[in-house]
Each structure stands twice: as C-alpha cells, then as structure tokens.
C-alpha cells in the first residue's frame, strides 16, 4: 500500500507493506536537494535470540536448534552448524557422507531458488502484485516453479527425514542414510525439473531488467568445487581470500539503532554483498557443464553487477542443484557408517556453508563437558542488509525523475532481488520516500 | 477423509490445531489419520487431491473474539476469511494457497476449515486463557463434524 503527499516542498512517498519478502521491516529514504541524506532499513522484528538458546545446550542438540532459524532454508543453519561443531572437534565427515550433505544442500537450494524466482521475484518482472494473480494469467510458469520446488522438497524430505526442518543432520554425518532405491524414485522428477530449470534460465534472460550496475564488494565461500557445504576459505573480491575461523577478524557486526538485527560491513566499514551472485561472479568456471551451458546461451555478461539480474544467476543455480543432485544420486551408494564418533573437548570453531541467500557462518565455544558456551550465527541477510541500503541510496536519483507508484515498485523490486530473510535475520518492511524541499 | 492439521506449535496460539488433532488421535477408535503439516506454505498443495475430501484445521487471526470457533466449507474460505496481502512464502497460509489453487485451475477438494481465533503468538508453548478455555469445546467441534461426515 502506498500513498503520497506534499506538505510545503517536502514530498513524501510511503508504502505500508512491502510483500514478497521473508519477515518484516521498514524502510526510509529522506531527499534533500536531490541528495540522499538518510536511508534506513527499520527491521523492527523482535530478536529471536537462537544464540542465547544455544547456550549450555549439548551438542548433539544444535543441529535440531538451529534448523528452527528459518523454515526455507533450514539445511543451511544445520550445515553450517555441523561444519563448525566437527571442526571443533576434530571430525572430517567420509567423502561418502560429504556427498549426501551436498545432495540435501541441492534440494533446500532448488525448493528455495524455485520459490523466490517464480513466486516472489517473478511477479516483478511480469507486473503483478502476487503469484496468485500471476498464475491466472502464467499457470504454466507457476506450475513450472512449484514443480521444482516440489521437486527439491521431495529431497530434502528423502535424506531430512522431512521437508520442513529436517531431523537426520548430526554431527559426524546424518542419523540414518537413504537406500539407493530411495533417492533413484526422485530421478524422474528431478531430471524433469533439470530441464524446467534449462529453461527458466533463457526465459529469465530474455526479461527487461533496470539499468543498475554498481560497484560491489562480493563475499563468498572459496572452494574447489562451486561452493555449497564445504569450503574452509572465504573470498573477498577485491582483496583475497581468507580462512573461515578469521571471518570476525574481517567482518564486523553492529548494532544499529533502527534495526533488530545486526548489520555486518568489513572491518573498513565496506559494506559488501553475500548471495548468488557473488558465487557465480567468483565460481561460475566450478559450474555442473549443464549449468555453464546453460549461462553461455544465456548471454548473461559476466561479472554481474547489477542486482535485477540476480533472477537469471538463482535460475543458472537452479540448473547446477539439478545437475548436480543427480550425478550424485547416479553415484551414490548406502555408507557402511552413517556418521563418524566424537569426543567432546573444549574448542571454539567456526563454519561456514553458502545458504540459497548466500553465506551463512556460525561460531561455537564448546566445553570439554559437551555442552555450548557461546554461539555466533551470521546469516546473510544481515551481511546484505547495509548494502542493501546502500543499493536504495544509489537508486534514489532515479527515483526522483519516476512517478511514485514505479519509483515505489523498482525500491521493491530491487530489495526483493536479495531475497531478504529478515525472519533469519528476523516480518512485512514499510518504505517511506521522504523528498525535503522537492519542488511541488 | 483427509485432516490436515497447521500451525506451529512453537508459537503461542499457533498451536491449538494442532494440540487439537492429538486429542482427536488420542479420543477416537480408531483414531482418525492426521496429516501434522505445520506450515507448509505452498506445500500444502501438494497435500491437496481434488478426488479426496479434506479437513482443514488452523488457528486464525483477526476475526472475532479469541477463541471463536469458524466452520467453513474449502469453497467459501477463500471468500470469507481475509487475505493478508503478504505472499511470502510464511505468507502462504490456507487461504492464498487454495486461492493459488483456483488460480491455476486446480480441482479443489470438497472439505471444510475450522478454524479457532487465537489472541497470543508469542514465541513459546504456552497457550492463551482463551485457547486453553475453548480448545476442548474446538475438540467437540471437530469430533461432531467427522461423525456427521462418516
């Protein structure tokens, strides 16, 4: 909902309710003499407090904790969690057991992506305030996104346990493994899906996009393959990379006074962009062969810079999970053992995986009594939050020469090409587009 | 006959469905077979099968006084219960999802919604005097309209 209204030169654009995204919030941007001279992202969800709830929980307990974050991306919470608790505690998981992470990572990335690039992001682009009221008029494209994202689920749900915060995450490995015969029923629907994602990936090409190229920093796991649940690096464009146990020398969280969650910029105050496209820009070369062809025939130009295209990068990754998912069905076959033995000990870890929203690090101090000291769980919401405002700072002189109604439109297009999990991060996010001294 | 039963029993009122249908469970003989799909989002479509009639249960909000039981027919919830123009995916509750539905042009299954209005959704196990008052009062509700569905 939106409304306008000029009081003696001072223009002010308001919107109520920003849908499509994950959470709620509010954002202000003031205009003085066509200069920026406020932008706040207002989360105004009250803390959630995981991190305190982790405290003096056993170990054993974190991964079934930590997957309540989010109900979209729970694999990631989990992942993360195990990587930095197994570092902790000396555990390298079997290259078997990496590779049924891997897979269950694809299914959360495919259920998540296919639902942020046709229900929530596509509407955008076609001019419609819902999905619902797309698919009167595109059934096939939702039918199309619900496919896959049905798709991914019935992996998640295979290996979880179940689709929505799944059970079977331990650390060490999983609690149980699937039998072959379990993961090759979802071939078909998957391999369909591959060739839905091929195609998502020229139909979101051929969209219109916004002219809106800036200058990101990009942040990233580094690792051999394109990353996903395993890295032990992190890749800052610009400057190199670094081990994973340094992220809190090289970022920095901090309280802001209008917001509920922390907002992370690099220790020289650089605000920088976690997500999809920071993978592809860095890893687009560790891309499935099907994916890399698919982007070529895209004609997607490399690096991406600009944030409305982050629809055909999440489509281009979408072919990756699918690809990906199943040659890793095709070799898979039962562990021996399902997870690897532990003995607790005093450690502080971190880990890191790359969430559908992009990278995802937490921090455990365990005791040699198994249980948790401290926690620090760093979603990428909050890493993008600042740049996020950042971004509306340098649209607004585009939105000073649009009407109100699309200046109000390419704002929320633009936030929701993050795809912000403020719930992770924190629920609706009002925009108020405050022109001071705006000739009437 | 499919029950599905939503809500997030970590959430306050959210629950009440939920504690619900275990008492539905734990009443009949032989207990009615339940589908606990929490809040499924658009997965609950593929909960939905046009040939096999459903019960929907679910905590609502915002239509009358907490704890006021609604019973409605699937082909009028659409039309009766407000829509909350977030469609997130943890906006897609029953309503956007059957409207979803109709959108596409999906058969939708014959059933009912019932509903109970819950007035506390804070984080926790801990239900509302209202919602602990009226739940059994919700679980006669649900006991009489399966036997007038048998």
Redesign the interface.
């Known amino acids: 909902m939106s409304d306008e209204h000029t009081v003696s030169g001072e223009k002010t654009y308001k919107v109520d309710l920003l849908t499509r995204v994950e959470g709620e919030g509010r954002f202000h941007l003031k205009v003085k003499d066509n200069q920026v001279i406020e932008s706040k992202l207002n989360i105004f969800e009250a803390p959630r407090y995981f991190e305190a709830f982790l405290r003096d929980r056993a170990i054993e307990e974190v991964p079934d904790i930590v997957a309540r974050i989010c109900g979209i991306c729970p694999v990631a919470y989990q992942m993360s969690a195990v990587r930095a608790l197994e570092n902790g505690l000396g555990v390298t998981p079997s290259s078997a057991i990496r590779a049924l992470r891997r897979l269950l990572y694809c299914g959360e990335w495919i259920e998540s992506h296919a639902l942020h690039v046709f229900l929530l992001h596509a509407p955008d682009f076609l001019g419609y305030d819902s999905a619902m009221a797309m698919a009167v008029d595109h059934k096939d494209l939702v039918e199309r996104g619900l496919k896959m994202k049905k798709a991914g689920n019935a992996l998640i749900e295979c290996l979880g346990g179940r689709a929505i915060h799944p059970i079977s995450i331990r650390v060490g490995g999983f609690t149980t493994t699937p039998r072959a015969s379990a993961l090759n029923a979802l071939r078909d629907d998957l391999a369909n899906a591959l060739q839905d994602a091929i195609d998502t990936v020229t139909w979101t090409a051929a969209l219109t996009f916004p002219d809106f190229n800036q200058a990101y920093t990009f942040v990233c796991l580094d690792h051999d393959q394109y990353p996903l649940e395993w890295g032990d690096a992190i890749h800052v464009s610009g400057s190199g990379r670094f081990p994973v146990e340094e992220f809190f020398d090289h970022s920095q969280e901090t309280h802001v006074a209008h917001s509920t969650a922390l907002q992370s910029h690099l220790r020289d105050g650089q605000t920088y962009l976690c997500g999809p496209m920071a993978r592809l820009n860095r890893h687009h070369e560790r891309l499935h062969p099907t994916a890399r062809t698919a982007l070529a025939k895209s004609g997607l130009s490399l690096p991406v810079h600009n944030p409305y295209q982050s629809i055909v990068v999440r489509a281009v990754e979408l072919v990756h999970a699918l690809a990906e998912a199943l040659d890793l069905i095709d070799a898979y076959t039962q562990p021996e053992a399902a997870f690897s033995d532990y003995s607790p000990r005093a450690a502080t870890a971190c880990g890191a995986t790359e969430a559908p929203r992009g990278l995802l690090v937490h921090r455990y101090q365990m005791g040699e009594d198994g249980l948790i000291k401290h926690a620090d769980i760093v979603p990428p919401t909050s890493q993008n939050q600042a740049q996020i405002e950042a971004d509306l700072v340098s649209i607004a002189p585009q939105l000073m020469a649009l009407a109100h109604n699309d200046a109000t439109h390419l704002c929320e297009q633009l936030i929701r090409a993050y795809d912000p999990c403020i719930s992770c991060a924190t629920h609706f996010l009002k925009l108020n587009i405050e022109n001071v001294n705006a000739p009437s | 006959m499919k029950i599905i039963a939503l809500g997030n029993r970590?959430a306050g009122d959210d629950g009440a469905a939920i504690a619900a249908a275990e008492q539905l469970t734990l009443d009949a003989t032989p207990p009615p077979e339940i589908i606990f799909a929490?809040?499924?989002?658009?997965?609950l479509?593929?909960l939905l099968d046009g040939n096999e009639p459903v019960i929907l249960l679910d905590v609502v909000q915002g239509s009358g006084k907490p704890g006021t039981i609604t019973t409605l027919s699937l082909s009028k919830l659409t039309q009766r219960l407000a829509s909350s123009?977030?469609?997130?995916?943890?906006?897609f509750g029953p309503t956007?999802v059957l409207?979803?539905a109709q959108?596409?042009?999906r058969t939708l299954p014959d059933g009912y919604f019932v509903g109970i209005e819950g007035e506390q959704f804070q984080?926790g196990d801990v239900f509302s005097a209202s919602i602990q008052h009226t739940l059994p009062q919700y679980v006669s509700s649900l006991q009489n309209l399966l036997s007038r569905l048998k």
């Open positions: 970590n929490g809040r499924p989002g658009t997965g479509l593929d123009p977030q469609t997130s995916s943890h906006g956007e409207s979803l959108a596409l042009g984080t």
